[in-house]
C-alpha cells in the first residue's frame, strides 16, 4: 500500500508543470507556447523550436548590423548653392562706448552722478587730480563747487540723452542701396551709463536689399565691419578716451 502511494505522488509531481512552461503557457511570444509544452518531445515541437531559434538569431544579426552601422557615425552632406538676387537686410545696430561728453555735463550732474562717472569720490572731492590734464581739472574744479549749491531735480534718462554722443556728430556719411542716409533713418534702441545702441530702421518694414548699407564714422570706413571713430572729449582723469563704433 506504501509502495502505491509513493509511485502515484511520484507520478502527480511528474505532471505538474515546471516554471518555465508556466511562463511559456501565459507568455504572448510567439511560438515559444508550441515548445515548453506539457508531454514528450514531438516533430511539431521541434519544427518550432527550429522556426523560433532562427527567427531570433535573424533578429539578432539585423539589430548588430543596425547597431554596428549606427555607431559607425555614417552621414551623408548634401550641399545645394543657390544664388538669391535679392536678401533680407538684416538689423545693422551702432553702439557707441564712450559713457559721455564733459563738455556736457553741469554741476547738477556732478552732485548726483559725480560718483557714478568716477569724477569725483564719496564726499564730493576729485580723486587723483594730478592725473588730470590742468585745463580739464580746472573746468572740472569749477563744475564741482559745491558752496552753497542748491541741488535740482535728476533725471538719469534725461541726463543720458543730453551728455550722451550724439550719432549727429559721429556719423560722417551714410548710403544704403544707392541712396543717401542720415541720422534720421537710426534709432535710440538702448542707452546706459556704458553706452547708447543706434538701430539702422531704413528697412523696420521689410524690404529686400541687394547691397549692405555703407556707413562712414570717424576716420574709417568699412561696410558692415567695425569702426574707429575720432575721439572726443571725454572721461578726463586719466582714462582713455578711445570709442568704438560696432556693426
Known amino acids: 500500500m506504501d509502495i502505491k502511494d509513493s509511485t502515484s505522488e511520484g507520478s502527480m509531481g511528474s505532471l505538474e508543470p515546471s516554471s518555465i512552461q508556466m511562463f511559456a503557457n501565459t507568455s504572448s511570444l510567439h511560438g515559444i507556447r508550441h515548445?515548453?509544452?506539457?508531454?514528450?518531445?514531438?516533430?511539431?515541437?521541434?519544427?518550432?523550436?527550429?522556426?523560433?531559434?532562427?527567427?531570433?538569431?535573424?533578429?539578432?544579426?539585423?539589430?548588430?548590423?543596425?547597431?554596428?552601422?549606427?555607431?559607425?557615425?555614417?552621414?551623408?552632406?548634401?550641399?545645394?548653392?543657390?544664388?538669391?538676387?535679392?536678401?533680407?537686410?538684416?538689423?545693422?545696430?551702432?553702439?557707441?562706448?564712450?559713457?559721455?561728453?564733459?563738455?556736457?555735463?553741469?554741476?547738477?550732474?556732478?552732485?548726483?552722478?559725480?560718483?557714478?562717472?568716477?569724477?569725483?569720490?564719496?564726499?564730493?572731492?576729485?580723486?587723483?587730480?594730478?592725473?588730470?590734464?590742468?585745463?580739464?581739472?580746472?573746468?572740472?574744479?569749477?563744475?564741482?563747487?559745491f558752496k552753497q549749491y542748491k541741488p535740482k531735480i535728476f533725471n538719469m534718462q534725461e541726463f543720458l540723452g543730453r551728455v550722451g554722443h550724439d550719432l549727429k556728430d559721429m556719423l560722417l556719411y551714410c548710403k544704403f542701396k544707392g541712396q543717401e542716409c542720415s541720422q534720421k533713418d537710426f534709432k535710440t534702441v538702448s542707452m546706459d551709463r556704458a553706452s547708447a545702441s543706434f538701430l539702422f530702421s531704413w528697412c523696420a518694414a521689410g524690404c529686400g536689399a541687394e547691397n549692405p548699407a555703407g556707413v562712414t564714422v570717424g576716420h574709417a570706413s568699412i561696410p558692415s565691419r567695425v569702426f574707429g571713430a575720432e575721439e572726443h572729449k571725454g572721461a578726463p582723469l586719466g582714462r582713455s578716451p578711445n570709442k568704438c563704433v560696432r556693426l
Not at 131 to 144: R, S, T
Request: proline fraction near 5%.
Open 35 to 145: 515548445i515548453f509544452v506539457y508531454g514528450p518531445v514531438t516533430i511539431r515541437r521541434l519544427l518550432w523550436t527550429m522556426a523560433f531559434v532562427g527567427s531570433l538569431g535573424l533578429l539578432l544579426v539585423e539589430s548588430s548590423d543596425r547597431v554596428a552601422f549606427y555607431f559607425s557615425y555614417q552621414h551623408v552632406t548634401k550641399v545645394d548653392e543657390v544664388v538669391a538676387n535679392s536678401l533680407v537686410f538684416p538689423a545693422v545696430t551702432i553702439c557707441n562706448l564712450n559713457e559721455f561728453r564733459f563738455s556736457r555735463l553741469t554741476t547738477n550732474d556732478l552732485y548726483h552722478a559725480g560718483e557714478l562717472l568716477a569724477l569725483l569720490d564719496v564726499n564730493l572731492q576729485i580723486p587723483e587730480p594730478h592725473l588730470a590734464d590742468p585745463a580739464v581739472l580746472a573746468a572740472l574744479q569749477e563744475k564741482a563747487n
